[in-house]
T-cell receptor, first 116, second 114 residues
Framework: GAVVSQHPSRVICKSGTSVKIECRSLDFQATTMFWYRQFPKQSLMLMATSNEGSKATYEQGVEKDKFLINHASLTLSTLTVTSAHPEDSSFYIC????????????FGPGTRLTVT | GNSVTQMEGPVTLSEEAFLTINCTYTATGYPSLFWYVQYPGEGLQLLLKATKADDKGSNKGFEATYRKETTSFHLEKGSVQVSDSAVYFCALSDVGAAGNKLTFGGGTRVLVKP
């Protein structure tokens, strides 16, 4: 149990376009989802915390108008990178927390975004 | 603020060697501590955790003890296998904070050679 999926696994887009990444909890309801960014050979940086039915809470330095997060249901959160630029190229990872597990986050496999 | 520092890699070992990855943390309050593992091409998986001082987390032959006095949570395995090759992340959780945020260390790449 506790499987989190992401779609797509890889995406290439042109500079100036927008791209949407989906994060789904497959076998549990996730009241809270998290979005991270991972640069090559570096650690995960928390971008935002997403609670179902409410606005996401963004970490300092993360542009909320650039990275739009929607947590529309208990099993789905989406991250939209708007007007993407090459510097947005990165590995984006989501995680989900089930109500029963206060401490544990279940991670998705990640999405590799390349902006050309 | 919270921070996690872990030894830089890559760490290259032979099969059946002893593995230690050092991890120290800085936190206000009483965090929970975690080790996550990321196998090539996969997402992070929880390896083990400890929620209070002196707790020992263990899984798949790996162990780590929550040492409050030294603010450390070093990961150890007595005899590594090739399949243990992965990136290991130490992390702490801000207990009680909204959303239960995780703060990660920089990750340590481990390569086990046959």
């Amino acid at each position: 149990g506790a499987v989190v999926s992401q779609h797509p696994s890889r995406v290439i887009c042109k500079s100036g376009t927008s791209v949407k990444i989906e994060c789904r909890s497959l076998d549990f309801q996730a009241t809270t989802m998290f979005w991270y960014r991972q640069f090559p050979k570096q650690s995960l940086m928390l971008m935002a915390t997403s609670n179902e039915g409410s606005k996401a809470t963004y970490e300092q330095g993360v542009e909320k108008d650039k990275f739009l997060i929607n947590h529309a249901s208990l099993t789905l959160s989406t991250l939209t990178v708007t007007s993407a630029h090459p510097e947005d190229s990165s590995f984006y990872i989501c995680s989900a927390r089930a109500p029963r597990d206060f401490y544990e986050q279940y991670f998705g496999p990640g999405t590799r975004l390349t902006v050309t | 603020g919270n921070s996690v520092t872990q030894m830089e890699g890559p760490v290259t070992l032979s099969e059946e060697a002893f593995l230690t990855i050092n991890c120290t943390y800085t936190a206000t309050g009483y965090p929970s501590l975690f080790w996550y593992v990321q196998y090539p091409g996969e997402g992070l998986q929880l390896l083990l955790k400890a929620t209070k001082a002196d707790d020992k987390g263990s899984n798949k032959g790996f162990e780590a003890t929550y040492r409050k006095e030294t603010t450390s949570f070093h990961l150890e395995k007595g005899s590594v296998q090739v399949s243990d090759s992965a990136v290991y992340f130490c992390a702490l959780s801000d207990v009680g904070a909204a959303g239960n945020k995780l703060t990660f260390g920089g990750g340590t790449r481990v390569l086990v050679k046959p």
